[in-house]
């Protein structure tokens, strides 16, 4: 049985899956590209588990993050570590990750990342798109996309070429506003970094969803990932586990 209710009404039969992704597309370069936007700020609480070989839990931290969402991009700031203010361990660690997710998609180091409308043209044709249905989620009716990557893509330059020519899954775009209300990734093939020098990607299983807000913006809510590679000579297992609540408009800002 799906596991959401499957629906027609509010869907355009007529459109394809190429047409569909293209309207997501158009939609994601608009939210980029719009500076009037409502600004808005909500607390997000991460879970993080690192595994040792024999599968037992060796490290587990829960960050909690104010996050700001201003002219469509996206800023954190880490507010508490295991229930503890962060010290400058942590805060070194979190500077590091933030500018990592920055070289991996390509984006500036300082000031906010596109993370809310990550999907670009450049991205979207590297894929094969197959509209598998439609469904609801959160009461609103979606179209099912299924996605693959074309067997003659570009060149894999970056570290996210590579993963992206190695990743296929399922888009839930909402039928109204071309958002995508959920997405479903996994990684199809191990991935090398530096020929495999500095380590690898075996697994990568991930899951997002987003919610629209009242006045139509859309904001990452819910995310879970399971990661298992190599860095280096050692094995590493990661699963991590993000939720966004308390979701308010800055309106001192406009």
Known sequence: MSEFPLISLHADPSLSADQIMRKAVERASATRASTNSSDYT?????????????GHVKQRKLRTFQVYYRDGTTQVKLVEVNGHVPDQADLKFQAQTQSSVHQFFGQPAAGGDNRESFLTSEIAERFNFVLA????????????????????????????????????????????EFEIARADLQLGSEVDFLGGVIGCLRKLAYTMTRSRMADGIWLLSFSSGDFEGRKLLDSVRIKMRSESTNFRLMTENR
């Open 42 to 54: 909500y607390r997000k609480v991460n879970v993080t588990e690192e595994f040792d070989s024999t």
């Open 133 to 176: 249905g439609e469904c609801s989620i959160n009461g609103r009716p979606t179209y099912r996309v299924t996605f693959e990557p074309k067997e003659q893509g570009p060149p894999a330059y970056r570290t996210l070429d590579r993963v992206l020519k190695r990743i296929s899954g399922t888009l839930w775009i909402d039928t109204k």
